[in-house]
């Protein structure tokens, strides 16, 4: 079983709807959590950083359920240049111990 | 503001030739990584160094060395390259062991 695992879509939706993506981790002992936004033929760029208490960022909300073991990606009132792959990182509080997800793809369009 | 530099940004290469890829990072990270990402794979640890003078092995390692003389400075080598080493390599570094991770802009390196 992966340690990571996203859908990998893609996920098309139009300007303005509001979308959401789940990504499962199977280490119940996983501590830290990040999403990244990765535009195509480009490095990972940290988007955020996943608390159990969730948190938001402008019209981005993450979220943690550590009893269901995912971590989830709100975006709202989508852009079109929110376009991208989303890469779901979960930490299991070692340098060597990151995980990335496979990324799922989001096309917003007019 | 600099952040990670990786160079080359792309590489085109024969089966068998060698190369090193230079990361090089301005933010004072003790802790730096070699990835490299394949279609539908995600990003899989190749190797990682905690700071000057010491490496050791990711997830991938087979085909691979790095050295890190400098805390600056992160070296990937492929001593005799082959196909499936056909991929795209991404450096990145962090400040502590939890921390995002903050990458460079990747190398396209294609083995022929």
């Known amino acids: 079983r992966k340690e990571v695992e996203q859908d990998p879509g893609p996920f098309n939706v139009p300007e303005g709807a509001t979308v959401a993506f789940n990504c499962t981790y199977s280490?119940?002992?996983?501590?830290?959590f990040f999403w990244y936004r990765q535009d195509c033929r480009k490095e990972p760029k940290l988007l955020m950083s996943?608390?159990?208490s969730g948190n938001e960022d402008g019209r981005f909300t993450a979220q943690l359920n550590r009893a269901s073991q995912y971590i989830s990606l709100l975006i709202r009132d989508s852009k079109l240049s929110d376009s991208a792959t989303y890469l779901c990182?979960?930490?299991?509080?070692?340098?060597?111990?990151?995980?990335f997800g496979s990324g799922t793809k989001l096309n917003v369009k007019p | 503001n600099a952040g990670v530099t990786q160079t080359p940004k792309f590489r085109v290469l024969k089966t068998g030739q060698s190369m090193t890829l230079l990361c090089a990072q301005d933010?004072?990270?003790?802790?730096m990584y070699w990835y490299r990402q394949d279609p539908g794979m995600g990003l899989r640890l190749i190797h990682y160094?905690?700071?000057?003078?010491?490496?050791a092995k990711g997830e991938v390692p087979d085909g691979y060395n790095v050295s890190r003389l400098k805390k600056q400075n992160f070296l990937l080598g492929l001593e005799s390259a082959a196909p499936s080493q056909t991929s795209v390599y991404f450096c990145?570094?962090?400040?502590?062991?939890?921390?995002?991770?903050?990458f460079g802009d990747g190398t396209r390196l294609s083995i022929l």
């Open positions: 990182v979960v930490n299991r509080g070692n340098f060597n111990k990151f995980y």
């Open positions: 996943v608390y159990s």
């Open positions: 990145a570094s962090s400040r502590g062991e939890d921390q995002p991770q903050h």
């Open positions: 933010m004072n990270h003790e802790y």
């Open positions: 160094s905690v700071g000057e003078g010491t490496t």
């Open positions: 280490n119940s002992a996983s501590q830290s």
